[in-house]
């Protein structure tokens, strides 16, 4: 059973900076294509950032230059650094994980965590 848990949220204020983390387990993390996504209030969860097996990245527009995304596969964690906060990154923050499985990746969800940055 895979299992993902966030920490890290808070309420920050604008210009600010907060650290999230991802702990996995119940799967091979080295192989899993890590992501964080967002969801606001009465808004649809969105893509934030990707870190592949590989160490790669993508970002999203609204926060690339802001944000870095970065995995450590001997703790099988992946973080998310967010620096010159906005009040428009006020949001639940969730970790996906797609898990290599069969040949075929399976997406995973933690609970989430509240970011909230106030101006």
């Known amino acids: 059973q895979v299992q993902l848990v966030e920490s890290g949220g808070g309420l920050v204020q604008a210009g600010g900076s907060l650290r999230l983390s991802c702990a996995a387990s119940g799967s091979m993390f080295s192989t899993n294509v890590m992501g964080w996504y967002r969801q606001a209030p009465g808004k649809q969860r969105e893509w934030v950032a990707t870190?592949?097996?590989?160490?790669?990245?993508n970002y999203a527009d609204s926060v690339k230059g802001r944000f870095t995304i970065s995995r450590d596969n001997a703790k099988n964690t992946m973080y998310l650094q967010m620096n010159s906060l906005k009040p428009e990154d006020t949001a639940v923050y969730y970790c996906n994980a797609n898990v290599l499985r069969g040949g075929s990746y399976y997406p995973h969800w933690g609970q989430g965590t509240q970011v909230t940055v106030s101006s």
């Open positions: 870190v592949g097996t590989g160490g790669g990245t």
